[in-house]
């Protein structure tokens, strides 16, 4: 089982940054693939962003290529994204999300971010 908490999120304005984590419990955390997802008012939620736990590749939507970092810290426990040159389109629930195999099994509650123009 794995249980996460996103923290970050805010008001920022176009062409900002902000930073969300994401802390994870459990003492496996580090056998697991990390992932930031999204989902914008009356829309889908959409993948964002993805860091593996072998040996942390990553990988990102075309929409955020450039502009967004995913990282990750075993030892604590927690996975990052940095978002940079923020565009009032990325406003959404950020949520982050865990696999150990071929699904995403675990959630957050998630975060919300609103970039004004």
């Known amino acids: 089982q794995v249980q996460l908490v996103e923290s970050g999120g805010g008001l920022v304005q176009a062409g900002g940054s902000l930073r969300l984590s994401c802390a994870a419990s459990g003492r496996t955390f580090s056998r697991y693939t990390m992932a930031w997802f999204r989902q914008a008012p009356g829309k889908e939620r959409t993948f964002v962003a993805q860091i593996s736990w072998s040996d942390s590749s990553t990988y990102y939507a075309d929409s955020v290529k450039g502009r967004f970092t995913i990282s990750r810290n075993n030892p604590k426990n927690t996975v990052y994204l940095q978002m940079n040159s923020l565009k009032p389109e990325d406003t959404a629930v950020y949520y982050c999300?865990?696999?150990?195999?071929?699904?995403?099994?675990?959630w957050g509650q998630g975060t919300q971010v609103t970039v004004s123009s």
């Open positions: 999300a865990a696999r150990e195999y071929s699904s995403y099994d675990y």
